[in-house]
């Protein structure tokens, strides 16, 4: 049986520590994913941050960590679309209520795997490029297939011009990245935001205009822009997103809007103090403020968690019928570009430190 290891969270606010961890064989509908790389996601940086505001059923000792690749070493009884020796990418969901919290978290040599959220790999992508993704692509397809959000088309590699257009406030970020391709591939026109130099990019993913958050117009701008077509919906991503994103929504008749982050950081906060209790009242106060908006102008906007597509249609259209074929094809580019911090778990603290020093348009990830 292999010698696993593991960065481990061993309690509220502390380092991970890196030490042996327990080697788990599958379940019969999973797979073990010696990993290769890992990425790091805020998710992570949170639940370190701050103790058991988030995620309070994890025990400590835990591991965190959603985004692998790797190759498969064991695979279970019903498992039908891997074997041993595949070069995969994976969504481990370790930190998810009703998982077994140790053995499918991600920062570990051996992770335990869902089939159903696993991806082949083609031979000519490295791990490092392809672990970018597993959370932000689900997250980004949650949010706009799911019939609780957007509830858009489903993307294919045939699928038409749909007429309609889609919004993506937050294009650089990793969910919104990934949400401009899905949305392309699913016949929408795009719109983004993102900084000037990320405008290029953008186009490149298939964004037909991307205008600069940052200035005083941007939403007279977007909203001339969709004049006289139909939105089906706005997706908001990154803090302080949600706010103009139902002002975008009012303002051209989209009636759906996907919050796929808080109105305020929570990643550099440490442990309950009263910057904490600041955060959450603003963040409470906000809500309020938002939802109020979109009661006036009869919007749905609703909170995006990205692991919900385990339970619907949502998850098997990614990982099975859409991302493979688009990955191995090229129609899908794994987005935005790794920034490789470090080799070997004990590189995994420093990319969380990494992470909440801040990044634009990169992924922090490890090498293992």
């Known amino acids: 049986m292999p010698t696993n290891t593991a960065a481990w969270l061993d309690g509220r606010y502390s380092e991970l520590t890196v030490r042996p961890a327990p080697y788990t064989p599958p379940g019969a509908s999973d797979l073990v994913i010696r990993n290769r790389a890992l990425a790091i996601n805020p998710l992570d940086t949170i639940k370190q941050s701050s103790g058991d505001f988030m995620y309070r059923w994890l025990p400590y000792p835990m591991v965190l960590g959603e985004d692998v690749a790797g190759e498969v070493v064991e695979v279970g009884s019903a498992v039908t679309r891997f074997r041993v020796g595949d070069r995969v990418l994976a969504y481990a969901v370790g930190m998810e209520k009703g998982r077994n919290h140790a053995a499918e978290g991600g920062f570990q040599h051996y992770t335990v795997a869902r089939e159903q959220l696993t991806s082949p790999l083609p031979d000519t992508m490295a791990f490092e490029d392809a672990v970018v993704l597993p959370?932000?692509?689900?997250?980004?397809?949650?949010?706009?297939?799911?019939?609780?959000?957007?509830?858009l088309r489903h993307p294919t590699s045939t699928a038409g011009p749909t007429g309609q257009a889609v919004v993506v406030w937050g294009g650089a970020t990793s969910v919104g990245s990934n949400a401009i391709q899905l949305a392309v591939a699913a016949g929408y026109n795009v719109v983004t935001t993102a900084s000037p130099h990320n405008h290029e990019r953008m186009r490149a993913l298939g964004a037909s205009r991307a205008f600069d958050y940052a200035s005083p117009t941007v939403l007279a701008d977007i909203v001339a822009a969709l004049h006289g077509m139909t939105v089906a919906g706005v997706l908001a991503v990154g803090t302080g997103s949600a706010e103009p994103s139902v002002a975008i929504a009012a303002a051209t008749g989209a009636k759906r809007v996907a919050l796929a982050s808080p109105s305020v950081s929570f990643a550099t906060l440490r442990g309950v103090n009263l910057a904490f209790v600041r955060a959450m009242s603003l963040l409470v106060a906000g809500n309020v403020a938002l939802q109020a908006r979109c009661l006036v102008h009869g919007i749905r906007a609703r909170f995006v968690w990205g692991s919900s597509l385990m339970t619907n249609e949502v998850g098997p259209m990614l990982w099975e019928d859409?991302?493979?074929?688009?990955?191995?094809?090229?129609?899908?580019?794994?987005?935005?570009?790794?920034?490789?911090?470090?080799?070997?778990?004990?590189?995994?603290?420093?990319?969380?430190?990494?992470?909440?020093?801040?990044?634009?348009?990169?992924?922090?990830v490890v090498s293992l």
């Open 322 to 364: 859409f991302l493979p074929a688009a990955l191995a094809e090229g129609r899908y580019l794994p987005t935005p570009a790794a920034e490789v911090v470090g080799r070997g778990l004990e590189q995994v603290q420093p990319a969380l430190d990494a992470l909440r020093r801040g990044v634009s348009a990169r992924k922090i």
């Open 135 to 151: 959370l932000a692509i689900s997250t980004a397809a949650t949010a706009l297939f799911q019939q609780n959000h957007l509830g």
